[in-house]
């Protein structure tokens, strides 16, 4: 049974920091990109960040700068550090699993992160 569990969400200040987790289990997560993705109230839901099973990185626009992705094969962990955060910033954070070698793709069930003073 496949599972994305995030975790490492909350209430933050402006300007502050916080680091996302995602374990995953029931597929061969090496092998797997996995991304980082959010949605804020009333918007889409947008690409946030990637890294790919070789550890190539790409990053939105908005965080980029700011926003750290990195995973642990080891682990199988996906983590996202965000620091310098903002307002904007705020939303629920969803991780991504996708197969480069088929259409295979799972989601997470979502974290919280608020951003407010």
């Known amino acids: 049974q496949v599972q994305l569990v995030e975790s490492g969400g909350g209430l933050v200040q402006p300007g502050g920091s916080l680091r996302l987790s995602c374990a995953a289990s029931?597929?061969?997560?090496?092998?797997?990109?996995m991304s980082w993705y959010r949605r804020s109230p009333g918007k889409e839901r947008e690409f946030v960040a990637r890294i790919t099973s070789s550890a190539s990185r790409s990053y939105a626009d908005s965080v980029k700068g700011r926003f750290t992705i990195s995973r642990d094969n080891a682990k199988n962990t996906v983590y996202l550090q965000m620091n310098s955060l903002k307002p904007e910033d705020t939303a629920v954070y969803y991780c991504?699993?996708?197969?480069?070698?088929?259409?295979?793709?799972?989601w997470g069930q979502g974290t919280q992160v608020t951003v407010s003073s």
């Open positions: 991504n699993a996708a197969s480069a070698f088929s259409r295979n793709e799972y």
């Open positions: 029931g597929f061969t997560f090496s092998r797997y990109a």
